[in-house]
């Protein structure tokens, strides 16, 4: 579990290019939660997912994991990073190993493991990304395409065997099956290991689809956080923060304009389909023939 | 983590004030002839004129002094591990102030030390000021010119002034993704500061390899972008700024002028010019 008390970070302290990130956050997240991080260009999405693990020091207030102070003198930070594991936005860049193998390995071996369990862990986190370790093990990481280079930076983080899983826009620039692809990978995981999940995305429908419950950023402030459904449920506000709503939402809401009584808070592409099916199965107990949806 | 960024000495300092308006020209060659004065002098009086000056100018160019001498602090310890060799290995004899086996300090020595120190602050200093009010497109605008003459005798004024707005523009970038990949690499359990020396070279392959990778694919970007905007070199390109020479830099001048002149003509000659 993390806990964050009033965490400040500010960039730059004592220059004229000084700047606040964070101001004043506060935020827990628990075992087994799926969380989303939300907030427009600049925000602190970033900023904020770094205090998570270690990487930065908050100007001012806390960070806990497990009720421990991560940045405590005598707090191995190493062991924070192995637990709370952390995808950077475009995680591609940081692949430099000759092999996929390699570099997949690269955290492993930094825990000092035996050649055995890293060859082992490695050969798991590649399959855990959809990528056949033998086929694409030896290759070179450069050689690969863009959503590959991707899920095999991903594996190189699923190796550390982290119990937290924390994903700084894990789609950004990829096509949408790709896109796709890589988030089912990572719930499959939730579901099968327990993880705890963070999703830093600027994709609603995504967040919509995956997240319990949902941060919402605006210039460093938590301005909105709490179940999904109670975050969507004010398109207007999240207009104004420079956000938008999932798309089903907004077609429930121009259904509706037009009168048709669906459900105002679906969130998937699922609940919109039912919500739909029982606006036509409404009409139709009334109506000898269910009207046409326009 | 951001202990690269504090290495960045002399960052620009986006501001209004006579100094930032300055032709970089003016600035450029008052900076070598600010080093030269600095060079010349050989009093503790010339050192306060010029540290004077220095404030002077830094003030009139809305910069912090607490910034300043921030920006300072790396050559600090140049300039420590300097003035200890100068108190150490300088000439013996003079006025003995503490000794302890092989080790003798005398007043001389420590004088010396202590005055070459501070010159080379302020040699930093001047070159630092220069740097906190030119921003890096007006410094080689500047350079360009300054260089244009000697294109007659092969020097490719225009290509080595793009390659150092090119650079410079880049170097912020670099450090900004040495930064990044160094976080990525940490979050994946590398170590950079800790273990022998060997430990922490080899720890370097897993930042240089992305870096360069990222170099490389940058400068492609860029290439791409400048032909596609039709870029071809430097010949019959007119600039969106001209540099003019204005009253100011007349001021300008005749400050830097003042200046050498106070600081380096020997106090008798004055004496002889202006007392009489
Ligand atoms: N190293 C830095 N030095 C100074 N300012 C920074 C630095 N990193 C980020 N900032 C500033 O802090 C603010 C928050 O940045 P951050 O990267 O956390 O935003 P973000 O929400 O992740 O944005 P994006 O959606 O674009 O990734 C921004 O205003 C940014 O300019
Ligand atoms: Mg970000």
């Keep these: ?294 | 983590m951001n202990f690269l960024r504090g290495l960045m000495l002399g960052q620009y300092v986006p501001a209004e004030s006579p100094v930032h308006r300055l032709d970089p020209r003016t600035k450029l060659l008052g900076t070598m002839w600010l080093v030269g004065v600095v060079f010349g002098t050989r009093s503790l009086a010339g050192l306060a004129v010029l540290t004077a000056f220095l404030a002077g100018v830094l003030a009139a160019g809305r910069i912090g002094p607490a910034y300043a001498l921030r920006g300072l602090r790396p050559v600090f310890w140049l300039v420590g591990i300097a003035v200890v060799f100068q108190v150490v290995f300088g000439d013996s004899g003079g006025h003995v102030l503490f000794r302890r086996g092989p080790l003798v300090v005398t007043r001389e020595n420590l004088a010396a030390g202590v005055f070459y120190g501070y010159r080379l602050i302020l040699l930093v200093a001047a070159t630092t000021v220069m740097t906190f009010t030119t921003s890096s497109v007006e410094l080689t605008d500047g350079l360009e010119r300054l260089l244009r003459p000697f294109r007659r005798v092969g020097v490719p004024a225009h290509e080595l002034a793009l390659m150092m707005t090119i650079a410079l523009r880049f170097i912020p970038t670099l450090f900004e993704e040495t930064e990044t990949i160094m976080k990525a690499q940490m979050a994946r359990g590398a170590e950079f500061t800790r273990g022998s020396l060997a430990a922490r070279a080899r720890a370097l392959i897993p930042l240089l390899v992305p870096l360069f990778v990222g170099a490389f694919r940058r400068a492609d970007a860029l290439a791409l972008a400048m032909e596609a905007r039709g870029y071809r070199g430097g010949e019959h390109r007119t600039r969106m700024k001209e540099l003019r020479v204005a009253i100011r830099d007349y001021v300008a001048a005749g400050a830097l002028l003042l200046v050498a002149a106070v600081v380096l003509v020997p106090p008798s000659l004055w004496r002889a010019v202006v007392g009489r």
Excluded at chain 1, 233 to 259: F, M, N, S, T
């Design chain 1, 1 to 294: 579990m993390i806990r964050c008390e009033g965490v400040t970070h500010v960039y730059q302290r004592g220059s004229p290019f000084e700047a606040t990130a964070l101001e004043d956050v506060s935020l827990e997240i628990g075992a087994g939660d799926v969380i989303g991080i939300i907030g427009a260009t600049g925000s602190g999405k970033s900023t904020l997912v770094q205090h998570l693990n270690g990487l930065l020091r908050p100007t001012a207030g806390r960070v806990y994991l497990d009720d421990v102070d991560i940045n405590a003198r005598e707090v191995d930070r190493r062991r924070v990073r192995q637990q709370v594991g952390l995808l950077f936005q475009y995680p591609e860049h940081q692949l430099f190993e000759e092999t996929v193998t390699a570099d997949v390995g690269f955290g492993p071996r930094n825990l000092g493991l035996a050649p055995d369990e890293v060859r082992e862990r490695t050969a798991r986190a590649l399959a855990q990304v959809g990528l056949d370790p033998a086929v694409f093990g030896p290759r070179s990481p450069f050689s690969l395409s863009n959503g590959e280079m991707r899920r095999v930076a991903i594996a190189g983080l699923l190796a550390m065997e982290p119990r937290m899983l924390i994903l700084d826009e894990p789609t950004a620039g990829l096509d949408p099956a790709s896109r796709r692809e890589i988030l089912d990978h990572i719930m499959r995981l939730r579901n099968a290991r327990g993880l705890t999940i963070v999703l830093v995305s600027h994709s609603m429908d995504a967040v919509a689809r995956l997240c319990r419950r949902v941060v919402v950023l605006d210039r460093g402030r938590v301005v909105a956080q709490g179940p999904t459904r109670d975050v969507f449920a004010d398109p207007a506000r999240l207009a104004a923060l420079g956000l938008g709503v999932p798309q089903v939402a907004e077609c429930a809401r121009l259904l509706r304009e037009r009168g048709v009584p669906v459900r105002p808070d679906v969130l998937t592409v699922e609940e919109a389909r039912r919500a739909i099916l029982d606006v036509l199965a409404g009409v139709a107990g009334r109506r000898p023939a269910p009207k046409k949806v326009p």
